[in-house]
């Protein structure tokens, strides 16, 4: 006999196929992360947005190569590109691993296996992603003041991001330490007959 | 733990097996066997009355304290 599905579970099933896409549209967006880096510089020296388009167009084959020539080479040669580029690509591996483990939680609450230590130790994993990104952000708001010379970056978005995530970051561990004891709890529970 | 349950004596008594006691109790026959093999971290007072209602006998009949050996002065 199958038992009816909880409000909970099919809560879960939604953010289950919403956690997927996500993670596929992220990886997707890793590949060409460091291309947007490049056109978004504002100064491209090797070509622009539109003339890669129009390349593209043209011939595909020819395009491709130019933009593999972007992501693998030009990208790298300044270092205001490449410094956009690795905040780019970290805040995207980041916010994979997150939606990795929001996956694995949202799976096992699907199962009914809502106060398990596997939950706890995805909530923790979640954690370093949230941390990852606070040092990523830090690290991009300390290279722009350096390179300004002006303390003016710590109004930019990429400086509100490093409380943002620390916080997200300390969340995701109170969460995994009450998921933990909500196991113990249950494990004492179902052993009270 | 200090605490024994002593449900195989009690069935042993009545003639009874642990899957008819199930039936009676209306708990089932895995939970009663945690309880038996003295598993179990607690028992609900539902669960204790049901039981000694069907057993027909007191609360110290099923459930024995022995104390561990490292204990070696007595309680008040």
Redesign the interface.
């Known amino acids: 006999m199958t038992m009816k599905r909880t409000a909970t579970q099919r809560l879960a099933d939604g953010l289950v196929v919403l956690s997927c896409l996500l993670l596929l549209a992220d990886m997707l967006l890793i590949l060409f992360l460091p291309a947007l880096a490049y056109f978004r510089s504002g100064e491209p020296t090797f070509m622009t947005m539109a003339q890669l388009q129009a390349i593209f167009v043209y011939d595909f084959d020819d395009g491709l190569g130019n933009l593999m020539r972007v992501i693998l080479y030009e990208v790298w040669q300044k270092p205001e590109t490449a410094v956009l580029a690795l905040f780019s690509l970290a805040c995207a591996v980041g916010a994979a691993w997150i939606f990795l483990q929001g996956l694995h939680i949202s799976a096992n609450v699907a199962d009914g296996e809502s106060f398990s230590p596997k939950n706890a130790v995805c909530f923790r994993r979640a954690a370093a992603g949230c941390f990852l990104l606070a040092l990523a952000a830090a690290g991009r708001t300390l290279w722009k003041i350096w390179q300004l010379g002006s303390p003016e970056p710590l109004l930019s978005c990429a400086a509100l991001l490093t409380p943002l995530f620390l916080a997200g970051g300390l969340l995701c561990l109170l969460l995994s330490a009450l998921l933990r004891r909500a196991a113990e709890i249950k494990a004492e529970n179902d052993l009270t007959i | 733990m200090a605490i024994v349950v002593n449900l195989d004596v009690m069935l042993a008594k009545r003639k009874m097996t642990l899957s008819q006691l199930s039936e009676q109790v209306d708990?089932t026959l895995a939970?009663?066997s945690?309880?038996k093999n003295s598993?179990?971290?607690?028992?609900?007072f539902s669960?204790l009355e049901a039981i000694c209602r069907v057993l027909e006998c007191q609360p110290g009949d099923i459930l024995e304290y022995v104390p561990d050996s490292s204990d070696t002065k007595g309680g008040s």
């Open positions: 708990i939970n009663l945690i309880l598993k179990a971290k607690a028992v609900r669960t």
